[in-house]
């Protein structure tokens, strides 16, 4: 019969690193593994690769050297020797032979996953519309079972700074009846799921299992925020059921670390909360109607921010414009909440350092106003 046996494919980063390994020798390879794999300090390295019969292992270790230090991307599959995929070399040759048993065999999955999902999952009774026409591969990508999750400290050796490398954060992250009716609505929001989308954000179901960030309890609703490197996908239902759950999207590629410093988490009561990226070490609120009142400390709880007040929910009201300030290392940055779900807008000229105070200008005589962005400026300015 015949198997084909290959490793399993991974992200562009993970890649890049397998192209660069590629160039190594086999001892280069060997230094790299031991590094990054088993946590050795270059002295056992070169034991090792000694009783190995290495005869230069100091070039081998300068090798190693040119290729940068993701050894987070070791743990992907990718590189698993063990996980490997199998597939038959002669598929066009049986293929007649074999069709009735896979139709047979597809019409066995759909109806066993029919009776095995909860009412409140995929179900006619959920939040997500009836599962007219089922797709397996559409269904693999919102199985809660495959839904990834960052490590905790992958953003501290990864080149990138976005929300790939979030890690997942709240008190409902194992629980998969809330992640799989967020993937079920996802898939096929039901006509009392309230979705909204910012401009150009598409809001198909995603193509593979995407990322989660965060599952837990805001306020009086349970929250998922997931994303699938292209957007970021939030699901909200209520404490005490489905009813009046919504869906939120908004895009997300392309985000840099200043653009992946916090998304909204949640608004109520005139209020907003946000999560921060975990390289956030502080956070408080500032109105920049007021430059000289100082700002005040929020408190962060697993990323959570404590409730500030937003902008978004007090339209025409130009008497104060609260901001969040986050800190990340000596920078600090400036993010106001538009009514988008992600990306809060961070102003032109709002990057601060300590001491520094935000960008304001004046407008008439006597009369200031918060920066240009704001849209209650022109309206202060009588435009």
Same mark, same amino acid.
């Given at each position: 019969?015949?198997?084909?046996?290959?490793?399993?494919?991974?992200?562009?980063?993970?890649?890049?690193?397998?192209?660069?390994?590629?160039?190594?020798?086999?001892?280069?390879?060997?230094?790299?593994?031991?590094?990054?794999?088993?946590?050795?300090?270059?002295?056992?390295?070169?034991?090792?690769?000694?009783?190995?019969?290495?005869?230069?292992?100091?070039?081998?270790?300068?090798?190693?050297?040119?290729?940068?230090?993701?050894?987070?991307?070791?743990?992907?599959?990718?590189?698993?020797?063990?996980? =490997?995929?199998?597939?038959?070399?002669?598929?066009?040759?049986?293929?007649?032979?074999?069709?009735?048993?896979?139709?047979?065999?597809? %019409?066995?999955?759909?109806?066993?996953?029919? &009776?095995?999902?909860?009412?409140?999952?995929?179900?006619?009774?959920?939040?997500?519309?009836?599962?007219?026409?089922?797709?397996?591969? %559409?269904?693999?990508?919102?199985?809660?079972?495959?839904?990834?999750?960052?490590?905790?400290?992958?953003?501290?050796?990864?080149?990138?700074?976005?929300?790939?490398?979030?890690?997942?954060?709240?008190? =409902?992250?194992?629980?998969?009846?809330? &992640?799989?009716?967020?993937?079920?609505?996802?898939?096929?929001?039901?006509?009392?799921?309230?979705?909204?989308?910012?401009?150009?954000?598409?809001?198909?179901?995603?193509?593979?299992?995407?990322? =989660?960030?965060?599952?837990?309890?805001?306020?009086?609703?349970?929250?998922?925020?997931?994303?699938?490197?292209?957007?970021?996908?939030?699901?909200?239902?209520?404490?005490?059921?489905?009813?009046?759950?919504?869906?939120?999207?908004?895009?997300?590629?392309?985000?840099?670390?200043?653009?992946?410093?916090? +998304?909204?988490?949640?608004?109520?009561?005139?209020?907003?909360?946000?999560?921060?990226?975990?390289?956030?070490?502080?956070?408080?609120?500032?109105?920049?109607?007021?430059?000289?009142?100082?700002?005040?400390?929020?408190?962060?709880?697993?990323?959570?921010?404590?409730?500030?007040?937003?902008?978004?929910?007090?339209?025409?009201?130009?008497?104060?414009?609260?901001?969040?300030?986050?800190?990340?290392?000596?920078?600090?940055? =400036?993010?106001?909440?538009?009514?988008?779900?992600?990306?809060?807008?961070?102003?032109?000229?709002?990057?601060?350092?300590?001491?520094?105070?935000? +960008?304001?200008?004046?407008?008439?005589?006597?009369?200031?106003?918060?920066?240009?962005?704001?849209?209650?400026?022109?309206?202060?300015?009588?435009?």
């Amino acid at each position: 019969m015949g198997l084909k046996l290959f490793p399993r494919s991974g992200g562009a980063d993970e890649l890049a690193l397998d192209q660069r390994l590629s160039a190594l020798s086999g001892a280069g390879r060997a230094a790299y593994a031991l590094r990054g794999l088993e946590k050795l300090a270059d002295d056992d390295v070169r034991q090792l690769l000694t009783e190995a019969g290495v005869d230069d292992v100091d070039a081998a270790l300068r090798e190693a050297d040119t290729v940068p230090g993701q050894y987070a991307l070791l743990a992907s599959p990718e590189f698993d020797p063990c996980s =490997l995929q199998a597939r038959p070399t002669d598929l066009m040759r049986r293929r007649q032979h074999t069709k009735a048993v896979l139709v047979a065999g597809a %019409a066995l999955v759909v109806c066993g996953a029919l &009776l095995g999902l909860p009412g409140d999952g995929w179900g006619p009774d959920g939040a997500a519309a009836p599962p007219y026409a089922r797709n397996p591969a %559409a269904e693999a990508a919102l199985d809660p079972g495959r839904v990834t999750k960052a490590a905790p400290a992958a953003w501290r050796t990864s080149d990138r700074t976005d929300f790939s490398v979030w890690p997942a954060r709240g008190d =409902l992250t194992g629980d998969e009846e809330l &992640l799989r009716r967020a993937l079920a609505v996802w898939a096929r929001p039901g006509e009392t799921v309230r979705v909204s989308a910012t401009p150009g954000t598409p809001t198909g179901g995603p193509a593979g299992p995407p990322q =989660l960030l965060y599952a837990g309890t805001v306020d009086a609703a349970r929250v998922v925020i997931l994303y699938d490197g292209l957007r970021i996908a939030r699901y909200a239902e209520p404490e005490d059921g489905t009813a009046g759950a919504a869906l939120d999207f908004a895009r997300a590629d392309g985000a840099t670390r200043a653009e992946a410093n916090a +998304v909204v988490l949640g608004r109520s009561d005139g209020n907003v909360r946000y999560l921060t990226a975990p390289w956030v070490t502080g956070a408080k609120e500032r109105d920049l109607t007021r430059p000289g009142a100082g700002a005040m400390e929020l408190t962060l709880t697993d990323g959570v921010t404590s409730p500030l007040a937003s902008p978004a929910q007090k339209p025409g009201a130009c008497t104060s414009w609260n901001v969040l300030e986050l800190t990340d290392g000596d920078d600090r940055r =400036l993010m106001t909440d538009l009514g988008s779900w992600s990306r809060p807008v961070s102003p032109p000229g709002t990057r601060r350092r300590p001491g520094r105070r935000p +960008v304001r200008r004046r407008c008439g005589p006597g009369r200031r106003s918060p920066a240009r962005w704001a849209p209650c400026a022109g309206r202060a300015c009588g435009r």
